[in-house]
């Protein structure tokens, strides 16, 4: 049962323009989403996080949009840049007390920008 | 600030044995979780471990275990090793629930 869906295994992007990575949910005790991104032999990188009680967050060039009703999110990454190739993870979490909380990760997403 | 730091970088062992995998968390972080990542699969929550206690732990067999030491440092031991145990095994730490968690490397483990 995979509750964080991230359908695309793979995007390529010209550089430049702008890098749509899509995630989908199941759960709707989800209240936190993170994105995360992963160079081959390194760990993932934390990039930019939302809350549920927001529809959009910003970072410089990276922006995440959450559609509760729909239990979808988005990561845009404005102009794109060939140090963004690399794998996106989408990540989701509820906490309801002390030894529920636990951190969901979608399969991921292989961005290749292309210069 | 040091970021999280796992050690071995790789490990092999061969089936039936038992392996420790460490992880020192960022200074300050008192929550510190570990993942499974195995070829083709994305990251498979396996514990979370706070101020010294287990708090949550995923769907992997009690063969997998560890422990949180008073510096918030943190092991994973593997028992009675199997073939799909092989995978890369990332440490997070975190300052609790609801925020972001910071990776380490990864430790490779390879079963024989």
């Known amino acids: 049962d995979q509750q964080v869906k991230q359908n695309s295994p793979s995007l390529s992007v010209q550089e430049g323009r702008i890098s749509i990575l899509n995630c989908d949910y199941t759960?709707?005790?989800?209240?936190?989403f993170l994105w995360y991104k992963k160079y081959p032999a390194e760990g993932p990188t934390f990039l930019i996080s939302?809350?549920?009680?927001?529809d959009k967050n910003e970072d410089g060039r990276f922006t995440v949009f959450l559609n509760k009703s729909a239990k979808h999110l988005s990561l845009h990454i404005v102009p794109s840049q060939p140090g963004d190739s690399a794998v996106y993870f989408c990540?989701?979490?509820?906490?309801?007390?002390?030894?529920?909380?636990?951190?969901?990760f979608g399969k991921g997403t292989k961005l290749s920008v292309i210069p | 600030e040091a970021g999280v730091t796992q050690s071995p970088t790789h490990l092999i062992k061969t089936r039936g044995q038992q392996a420790t995998l460490r992880c020192s968390p960022i200074s300050g972080h008192t929550s510190v979780y570990w993942y499974q990542q195995a070829l083709g699969l994305g990251l498979q929550f396996l514990l979370w471990y706070d101020e010294g206690e287990e708090r949550n732990r995923g769907n992997f067999p009690p063969r997998f275990s560890g422990r949180q030491f008073p510096n918030y440092s943190s092991e994973l031991n593997v028992n009675a090793l199997e073939l799909e145990d092989s995978a890369l095994y990332l440490c997070?730490?975190?300052?609790?629930?609801?925020?972001?968690?910071?990776f380490g490397d990864g430790t490779r483990l390879s079963i024989l």
């Open positions: 997070a730490s975190s300052l609790g629930p609801y925020q972001p968690q910071h």
């Open positions: 759960n709707s005790m989800f209240d936190y």
């Open positions: 939302i809350s549920s009680i927001k």
């Open positions: 990540a989701a979490t509820s906490y309801s007390g002390a030894g529920s909380y636990q951190l969901t």
